[in-house]
């Protein structure tokens, strides 16, 4: 009984995790990775100081992310070439006809790909997931005002 709870607990938390570590990061494996190291360190270490796990949990993806963007900007600055983020590859046509959906949701990844890695938490937190500047403030650390900067240079 208490598998199922752990991994019903586990599914949630990859379902809600995933997409803040993508829209960081702009790459699913990265992501995926992420996500699951975070949750391999909550669900093996002790909670009890921990008194709200989903922002906890999303706090910590997105520091994590957010150190792997990092990494990786360094990576592209020494890369010869043009980088552009990977996009989702999913299962169903995936060679099919680029359709306007694809070719817009592409393009946002693209733009995203010039904010920094703080600036791009911000407005991903706000346009996407609705979070006010307030909850933002208090899951990157930073003050409100700071916030509301940091999405409007975004």
């Known amino acids: 009984m208490e598998r199922e709870t752990l991994t019903t607990q586990l599914h949630h ?11 960081v990061t702009g ?23 921990i008194e709200n796990p989903d922002h906890y949990l999303i706090r910590s993806v997105i520091n994590r992310a957010i150190n792997q963007k990092n990494l990786l ?4 600055e020494q ?5 552009l ?7 169903e046509g995936i060679y099919a006809g680029a359709d306007r959906a694809r070719i817009l949701h592409y393009s946002l990844l693209v733009l995203l790909e010039r904010l920094n890695a703080k600036e791009r938490a911000v407005f991903i937190l706000k346009e996407t997931f609705d979070f006010t500047h307030e909850e933002i403030a208090e ?5 409100t005002e700071h916030s509301r900067q940091l999405f409007k240079r975004g």
């Open 27 to 49: 790459d699913f494996m990265a992501a995926e990775d992420i996500v699951q190291e975070v949750l391999n360190q909550h669900f093996l270490n002790s909670r009890d100081h």
């Open 73 to 76: 900007r360094n990576k592209m």
């Open 85 to 91: 983020p990977a996009p989702v590859v999913t299962e």
């Open 79 to 83: 890369y010869p070439g043009r980088w």
């Open 13 to 23: 938390y990859q379902a809600m995790l995933l997409p803040f570590a993508y829209n």
């Open 139 to 143: 899951i990157l650390s930073i003050n």
